[in-house]
Each structure stands twice: as C-alpha cells, then as structure tokens.
C-alpha cells in the first residue's frame, strides 16, 4: 500500500511540473505566450498583486471564455515582475489524478516536490476549475485564514454558483471577478481593427463627454455581424474552421457541456433534453418578453419547473432576466412578463445558423450584443419599459434605474434602421417615457447615423449601433480597471 502511494504521489508531481513548466523554464508556454491579452488582465492582475487586503480571489465566468489562458498571462506577468516562478503554483481541479485530494493537501504536495516548506511565503497558488471539488469555498476559506502571506485565486465557468457560495461563505475572505465573454471593443483590440476607430465627443445632458467615431462605419458594421455570430469566444474569433462550423465547435463545447455536465452536476437536474429544449426556445426569441404561463403553455412544461430551469440558465450565464418598469418607471409587484437575452450573441449563431445584415432576426440580436455590453456592470439596474395606456401599448428597451431614488438615470432604444433618425417623431413611446419622467436626453442606437435631435426640450442623441456596443464596452471595461 505504501508503494502504491508513493507511486501515486510521484505521478501526481509529475503532472504538476507539466503543468508548471516555468518552475524549469522561467517562462509560460510560448503558444499561449503569444496570444493575444484579454483587455481585462489589467484589472484582474492589478487585484492579484494588491496584498493589503488577504482575500482570496474567485475568477468567474462561462465556459471558454479565456480564464486559464488569462491565467497563464497573470503568472507571465509576475514572472516579469520580479516574483519567483518557483512561488507561482497552477493546479486544474478536474485532472483525473487529483481526485478527492483537497485544495491544502496539492499545495504541499507541490511544495515539497518544489522542496518549499509549508511555512515559505510569497506564493501565488492558482486553482482552476474549482467548482469540480465539494465544499471547496471551505477549503479556500481555511486556506486563506492559515496562509497569510499566500495569495490564493480559484477559477470556475459556472458563475452564479461559485458566486453564491463565496458569498455564503466567503464573507469578507473572497473577492469576486466575473470574466465575460468578449466585449465588441475586445473584439476589435484583438483583431487589430483600433483604426476604424477615432475619439468623439458629443454633447450630453448639457456637457461635453468622449465618445467614439468610425473612420468607416460601412467597415465596421461588417465586423458588428462578425462580432455577433462569432466574436463572444476568443478562440472562435481566431479560428477560421470554427466559423465554417460554429455549431459543432460551440454547441458540442460550450452549450452541450453546460446542458449535460455542469447544470446536472451542481443542481441534480435529471431531464437535460427539457431544460435543453426550454433554452432552444429562448435563444431563439432573445430579447423577446416572456410570461411563465406563455412558456408553459408553449412547451408542455410546469411552470415551477420552467422557473428552477431559468435560474438554472441564468447560473451558467447562458441568460439574463431583465425585468419590467411602467410608464412611470415603477417596478410592478407581481412579475408577470419579463424579457431574456442571450448573454452572448453568438450562442444563437451556435445553435442555429449565422446572420447577415438584412436577416429579419438581426435586430434582436444586435439589441442582444447591445445589452450583453451592459449587463456585465454589477454598478447599474437595468429594465424595460412597457405600458398600456388606453388603447396604445408603449415600450423602451433599455431603462437604467438609480439605486438610491429608483427614478430612471438613462434610457436607450435600440434600432438597426437609421429611419429615425430622420423622423424621430415616430419613438413615441420613448418621447412619452422621457416627458413622464423628467428625462433631457436619451440615446437612440441606429445603424450609421450620428447626431442630435432636439425634440421640444429633449435630446435624442443618434449612435450608430456597432459604436454604442464599443462605447458601452469600453467604458464597462474601464470601470473595472
């Protein structure tokens, strides 16, 4: 038995140095090295060195979205910074031969193969795919207290799991960093294209704020569509054989393994082709408002059930609930209508086919990349707006709510026509909206226009719609910074 378990031991270091190979090298591997930096290693490496506060860091997001590579870039980082490669310690949760090992008992293993002692400073120990080890928020909680001067991060794809358990247990041990998938100004940072883009400025509210213009908005909606059937996963943006097949790459290895491995694994979920079906329906309708009483009838499924599966849903960060404000911007009670989006838009392309500008679908899905910008700030409530009045229904896609009065900070309608912008007259319901609640401007995303429409004493400030999702990228991104 003792033979046995020094021969387990001894493969498990092994796996550990080919997973470390900078404990040899000095460096990580020159593959990775040369990809492209997701812009949110700044923000995220900024909270990894900063060790005045001893918290461990929770790295969250979906599935393939870059979070080890990121990873691997924060430790190409340190090394670079001076830190030792032999304190910088990367262990992948769901390698077969760490099974049922805790988090204390591979961290000296991989210091005594490192010849560390348990009392050695200064490390920098990286746990990915953590969501794989039962109770691991406890594991990392111990670690924390009894390690003070290591910094631990753990990473995992399903968020809205890993970040209720850090919060039920974490409490003031652990911050939270939500990696999401590629925001439109990522998109084009990693595909080179900075220069479609110039800087702007554009009145707002009576003050001058920096905006974005393209050198050729032509040019760049081309790469919006791009963006939206493809531009959600780095390896897809850079891979021309997965776009000749998004389906089959996307679905098999984002989707299907969310559906079949990740959801029944943390929730015991036993009817997958239920939840799979009930989620093919709304990625179908992204954007569109929803009723649980619609849904159920629709698809023969209970309606408790159909809300366990949209939490579900939401958890693995497939989706996003945006719930309903009236004409006066107050929430209703009873929540009998809600809209759903796609956190991703690309996720629809997975699982039926591209779009082309002139798609009759490309509307939703570019009011969905719009709002997958957005629902990404933890700072900002975000709505709809939809009313009856008399015989007329009104309706504002996007109503940002401020958290200490609740009275609407911002609204947007979101349009891939430039028709209104020569007849702003026709956004009734928004013009209705903006009057109701005292509000001075608004933005209307259109396809290439740019301007100003002065409306009595409102402003409709016109952007085309590929720019908004650049601004609303860019600014998301450095407010994390």
């Not at 990392?140 to 794809?157: C, E, M, P, Q």
């Not at 798609?359 to 997958?372: N, P, R, W």
Request: proline content about 3%.
């Amino acid at each position: 038995m003792k033979i046995e378990q020094e021969e387990l031991e001894r493969q498990i270091v092994e796996r550990m140095r080919m997973d470390n190979p900078w404990w040899t090298t000095g460096g990580i591997p020159e593959d990775i090295g040369r990809m492209e930096r997701r812009l949110y290693i700044d923000a995220f490496y900024k909270l990894v060195k900063d060790m005045d506060v001893r918290r461990g860091i929770v790295l969250m997001g979906p599935r393939r979205v870059g979070k080890t590579v990121m990873i691997y870039h924060t430790i190409e980082r340190l090394i670079s910074d001076g830190v030792d490669p032999q304190k910088l310690i990367y262990l992948s949760i769901d390698t077969p031969i760490y099974n049922g090992l805790s988090l204390e008992r591979l961290l000296n293993i991989a210091k005594a193969s490192l010849v560390k002692s348990a009392i050695d400073e200064g490390f920098y120990v990286f746990y990915d795919e953590v969501q794989y080890l039962k109770d691991w928020e406890i594991h990392l909680k111990s670690l924390v207290d009894t390690y003070r001067a290591t910094r631990f991060i753990v990473s995992g794809s399903a968020a809205a799991a890993l970040k209720m358990k850090s919060d039920e247990s974490g409490a003031g041990r652990f911050h939270d960093f939500a990696l999401p998938p590629l925001t439109f100004n990522e998109y084009i940072h990693l595909q080179g294209l900075g220069n479609l883009i110039v800087p702007r400025i554009i009145e707002w509210n009576q003050q001058k704020i920096s905006a974005f213009d393209s050198i050729d908005i032509s040019k760049l909606n081309e790469h919006f569509i791009r963006y939206i059937n493809f531009g959600g996963y780095p390896e897809v943006v850079f891979s021309e054989e997965i776009q000749k097949d998004p389906g089959r790459y996307m679905r098999r290895d984002i989707v299907d393994k969310v559906m079949l491995k990740d959801l029944p694994g943390l929730y015991g979920i036993s009817d997958t082709q239920e939840l799979y079906r009930l989620f093919i329906h709304i990625a179908y309708r992204s954007g569109c408002e929803f009723s649980y009483e619609e849904m159920s009838q629709e698809s023969g499924i209970k309606k408790e059930t159909i809300r366990r599966y949209i939490s579900y849903l939401e958890s693995a960060f497939l989706i996003k609930v945006i719930h309903r404000v009236d004409a006066n911007a107050k929430r209703l009670q009873r929540v009998t209508q809600f809209k759903i989006y796609l956190t991703n838009p690309s996720l629809r392309c997975a699982l039926f086919s591209p779009l082309t500008e002139a798609d009759i679908s490309i509307g939703s899905m570019v009011e969905t990349a719009l709002f997958a910008q957005r629902i990404q700030r933890e700072d900002e409530d975000v709505f709809y707006a939809n009313w009856k009045m008399g015989r007329t229904n009104g309706e504002v896609d996007m109503v940002g709510l401020d958290r200490l009065h609740q009275k609407p900070a911002w609204a947007v309608e979101m349009k891939w026509s430039d028709r209104y912008f020569d007849a702003p007259v026709e956004l009734k319901s928004l013009l209705l909206f903006m009057k109701k609640n005292n509000l001075q401007n608004a933005i209307v995303s259109s396809r290439t226009k740019f301007g100003i429409k002065h409306m009595n004493s409102m402003d409709l400030t016109f952007i085309p719609s590929a720019l908004y999702a650049y601004l609303l990228g860019h600014r998301t991104i450095a407010q994390r910074g």
